[in-house]
């Protein structure tokens, strides 16, 4: 009697936001701006294409205005501190993203401290950072709320329940890790949080029933690490090499699905899980961002 | 052949802390203001005149200045917000502490956001949480830096080890254990974050090598629970009542000593563990910020 492997695909709960997002957006009167979501990226050197084209997609499906934004050829970290001042001021732009993580000499941090935290869409400012922190949060990283959606989608065992978090970012595993330790409402999560440098992953997870793994490892997760029966929501995504791809590369997570079939009670597919929720959750997030700025005008500075 | 249990005393690691404090004074000039730090609390209403008494009398003995600032009887929270606006204009005042947790109608959060995060010397602001969760911190709560210089000082096994934090509020639970589970030069532990809804203690530490434990509870820690060996940095300090002290309350510790003694391999005493250190980090956190805003000129806003 082996275990059937549920498959946790990510549609459903993509068209639950989705739905959300539109009866939202139902509100808006003619006279009223478009929702627009500003997108700062360093252009065709960008690893990223990938997820801008599904942003701008599930944007225009929505109505919501998606408003490149590549920095120049050749541009470094003034250009885009210059950019994200730009945006910041600019009444007709409701949420801004910011390309991360960038190489040397960019500064992510020092960008992205400028931003308002109302515009801040992703959650990744200091200030976001830290009014979820302070248990008062705005704006949360998208991946983050993704993964305790799709959890909760479908009933994972994780509300009150031992969990792993694989994974320490500032941006993925520790908003992660906070959100799930929230009390009652939050999800009441006895949290343990794993990371590239802790010596037995296995132990370390033995006794947890759904490991979120956000450590961007292909691979990782086998079922020689993984505890028998447990859900696993992979949140860790990398491009592989891959010579019959168009573009030469595919997308896996951390997962091996392979190993974890007939093994695991659940898991979320790369792709078509953690990501396309992000991607929802960021539209949301863009929507509510536009009411809040409609109602306060302008927000906090 | 039982284990001998290590007492875990504060009064070398405060020592250590105050000899930093004291060097760094010794580059003041003569006219440079005196480094002051401001207690705004309300008065004797408040449990915690214990504390204030400890800080005044730590900040005489190093040379701070340690201003009151009791709000009048009867005061609500528009006189709590006055008072912390007044007190981060004022150039004079380098550091300020407000009293928490604070009881209804008081808003504890609202007030100290008010703050710029150069003078909120105990890193309890969303300014300064959102630093630390962003890997960029400025202050730190200090009762967190306290647990870890005590297990640093003693050579506790946590640095790259699993460890346990009990507790998950944002001023203290949840910021240790960010601050445990950070990179090298951080502490790069494991960390397991268990609270009160854990639903069974013993078995989610027992393979953890140390535990911080941050409930306010207690005898919440016996040898019942902790695994044989371990070291407990018992953080949580309650009053209880005891007849025989003046005052009629004396304060306690999470562990339970008598029970603990030849189990653990080492636990820090309450009152003269954690507490005199978290005061000496207080201090060292006030000179800091009278640094900054030195070199500076008035902080961020």
Not at 13 to 22: K, Q, S
Request: charged share 20%; proline share 11%.
């Amino acid at each position: 009697m082996g275990i059937v492997t549920q498959r946790l695909d990510g549609a459903p709960v993509t068209a639950a936001l989705d739905e959300g997002t539109r009866a939202a957006l139902r509100t808006r009167s003619p006279t009223d701006p478009l929702p627009t979501l500003a997108s700062v990226h360093r252009g065709v050197d960008s690893p990223f294409q990938f997820y801008r084209r599904r942003q701008l997609k599930a944007a225009e499906a929505l109505g919501i205005r998606f408003q490149d934004e590549p920095l120049p050829p050749g541009a470094g970290p003034r250009e885009l501190v210059e950019r994200v001042r730009r945006l910041d001021a600019d009444p007709s732009v409701h949420a801004v993203l910011v390309e991360h993580p960038l190489p040397d000499p960019f500064d992510f941090g020092a960008a992205i401290a400028l931003l308002r935290p109302e515009k801040d869409v992703d959650g990744v400012s200091p200030a976001n950072l830290g009014r979820l922190l302070a248990g008062r949060p705005m704006h949360v990283p998208a991946v983050a709320l993704a993964a305790i959606d799709i959890a909760r989608h479908y009933g994972l065992p994780f509300e009150g329940e031992p969990v792993a978090v694989i994974g320490r970012s500032e941006t993925v595993g520790l908003p992660l890790a906070i959100l799930l330790a929230a009390r009652p409402p939050g999800p009441n999560a006895t949290v343990t949080i794993a990371h590239s440098r802790t010596h037995d992953l296995r132990q370390t997870i033995a006794n947890t029933r759904t490991i979120f793994s956000c450590a961007g490892k292909p691979g990782l997760l086998t079922r020689e690490v993984v505890p028998e029966g447990a859900a696993v929501v992979d949140v860790g995504i990398s491009s592989v090499p891959d010579p019959s791809r168009p573009g030469g590369s595919r997308s896996v997570g951390d997962a091996n699905p392979e190993s974890l079939e007939g093994w695991a009670s659940a898991l979320t597919p790369v792709p078509g899980g953690v990501g396309p929720v992000t991607v929802a959750e960021l539209m949301r997030g863009t929507v509510r961002a536009w009411e809040r700025l409609r109602t306060e005008g302008g927000g906090s500075r």
